[in-house]
């Protein structure tokens, strides 16, 4: 059997700590779920941990060009890329953090081309275009990226970057 108890019958103490509880899980409900980042926003930062950060795993997982020579069987040439990178990114005192400034689906029937044989019934891949700000300790580098969703929820980035012209540029300043 089960007894309800008035809430007048209860102390003070109480009735503050279930006050307590009742607003933060109204917060947490409101606000946690606003610390979720999109798969779209995780490929993006996956894909700079990867090459400026140096982790050969994320870049693999994140970019279709590391995705590419994996699957090819040539990850060390991946490696290579990301060790070069992530090198570059060192002599600008290091890869900081990325700011997403705008992400924006690209419009599906401007994708595809419109020249696409009928017997082709393949579906065409979501794709985006990103807007960010990457930071690193004496530089802030400012791109676009291309995002392609090859499965349910899992994108990648379809764009490579090189610090190349950014070192170029600061040796020259």
């Not at 490929?43 to 090459?51: F, R």
């Not at 807007?131 to 990648?156: C, K, M, P, S």
Request: some cysteine; glycine content about 6%; proline content about 2%.
């Amino acid at each position: 059997m089960i007894r309800f108890i008035s809430i007048h019958k209860l102390r003070n103490a109480t009735k503050q700590a279930l006050c307590s509880l009742f607003i933060s899980l109204l917060c947490f409900t409101f606000l946690g779920c606003e610390g979720q980042k999109t798969p779209q926003e995780q490929a993006i930062e996956g894909y700079m941990q990867g090459l400026f950060g140096g982790d050969l795993d994320k870049y693999l997982r994140y970019s279709s060009y590391g995705f590419a020579l994996k699957s090819m069987g040539n990850s060390n040439l991946a490696n290579l890329f990301v060790a070069a990178e992530s090198a570059q990114a060192a002599m600008l005192k290091g890869y900081k953090k990325v700011e997403i400034l705008s992400i924006k689906q690209d419009d599906l029937t401007q994708a595809a081309p419109h020249t696409q044989s009928t017997q082709d019934s393949s579906p065409t891949m979501p794709t985006a275009t990103a807007l960010v700000r990457i930071h690193f300790g004496t530089a802030i580098v400012e791109t676009e990226l291309h995002l392609v969703n090859y499965e349910q929820d899992n994108w990648i980035i379809n764009s490579e970057l090189s610090l190349a012209d950014t070192i170029r540029s600061q040796l020259q300043h």
